[in-house]
């Protein structure tokens, strides 16, 4: 992970993509009338707030974090990970379409999203481990990222409780996002599976 976010990518650093999706995903489903499921389905954490108002106000607040912004993978999750058999130390890489610069602490909150559970299982279990398990999992990364930058370890911005605060504020930005991405949602990830918007709103 610290090879990746080391990389040099010609590309805009342009942070407006996930946010962007996240407001068109609110509005849409305001327009269309999901919204109006809440009363009907008794979804009481929804029923208290306002979507329309949260967003802004959570996009302000990851404005003003300070974190810092490196090339991501954006799903770097266990079953995008291959570790070749013949020589363990050769890892590639799968699922890039969506690779952009971010915020570090995206791929770091998705990848112990991940921690300890079987695959898929943090869609529908979004609980971080302990922060010890975060922070060990940090110290890691760390001692990876000093080796490809002499120095790295030295910056305040690098060390593992600013970087576990990155942590938390992007499992956050993670979670409002696959949120609004769910009921926005209209079909199945799986295409053999029948859509049920009921369902899909529950969870």
Not at 39 to 56: G, T
Not at 102 to 128: C, H, N, Q, T, Y
């Amino acid at each position: 992970m610290a090879k990746v976010h080391s990389l040099q990518v010609p590309i805009r650093k342009n942070l407006d993509a996930l946010t962007s999706a996240m407001g068109r995903h609110i509005d849409e489903a305001y327009e269309d009338g999901r919204m109006e499921l809440i009363k009907e389905l008794n979804l009481k954490a929804f029923a208290s707030v306002d979507l329309r108002e949260e967003y802004p106000r959570f996009v302000n607040l990851l404005a003003n974090a300070n974190i810092k912004i490196v090339f991501t993978h954006t799903d770097f999750r266990g079953s995008n990970i291959l570790v070749s058999k013949k020589n363990p130390t050769r890892i590639l890489l799968t699922d890039l379409e969506y690779s952009s610069y971010a915020f570090r602490g995206f791929d770091l909150a998705i990848f112990m999203f991940d921690w300890g559970k079987e695959p898929l299982v943090s869609l529908a279990d979004p609980r971080l481990p302990d922060d010890d398990v975060i922070r060990a999992f940090i110290r890691l990364y760390i001692e990876g990222a000093e080796l490809l930058a002499p120095g790295y370890v030295d910056k305040e911005e690098n060390s593992v409780e600013n970087i576990l605060r990155e942590v938390k504020l992007c499992a956050l930005q993670m979670f409002f996002f696959s949120n609004t991405l769910a009921i926005n949602r209209k079909e199945n990830l799986v295409e053999k599976v029948p859509f049920n918007l009921h369902e899909t709103m529950v969870s």
